[in-house]
């Protein structure tokens, strides 16, 4: 394992135990934040209701420019389910679209899951 699987291992544990702002400081000190980081403590964040947070966090992860992947894009599709929220969910199916996961099933899982919520 290396510094990167330490972190984003540290981050996880931390979310999971409710730590959410022990997972927020690992990830801040990493010197390189990867897309398993972003990924993680996004996770982390929506794991306890944190939608919000998690949201903006995502947008962060967008502008960094760090490349997502189809487990970034199931979670904030969960997370916009969470908060009822069509337009973000749309931002995101576009994104699937953009990102080249229109047809991955992880990522379009969670979109499922919001139509038939009835939020679409």
């Known amino acids: ?21 022990d997972a927020r400081f690992v990830f801040n000190e990493m010197p390189e934040k990867t897309t398993v980081g972003w990924n993680s403590i ?5 794991l ?11 947008y962060e992860m967008q502008d960094s420019g760090v ?3 189809h487990f970034t894009f199931s979670i904030i599709i969960r997370v916009c389910t969470r908060l009822a929220s069509l337009e973000h969910a749309k931002q995101a199916r576009a994104g699937l679209d953009r990102h ?12 499922v899951d919001f139509y038939c919520n009835g939020e679409g």
């Open 42 to 46: 996004i996770a982390g964040y929506a």
């Open 100 to 111: 080249g996961f229109g047809l991955d099933i992880v990522a379009n899982t969670p979109l």
């Open 48 to 58: 306890h209701g944190y939608s919000e947070e998690a949201l903006n966090i995502y």
């Open 67 to 69: 490349k997502m992947d």
């Open 1 to 21: 394992m290396d510094l990167y699987d330490d972190s984003c291992a540290l981050i996880d544990m931390y979310s999971k135990c409710g730590s959410v702002e």
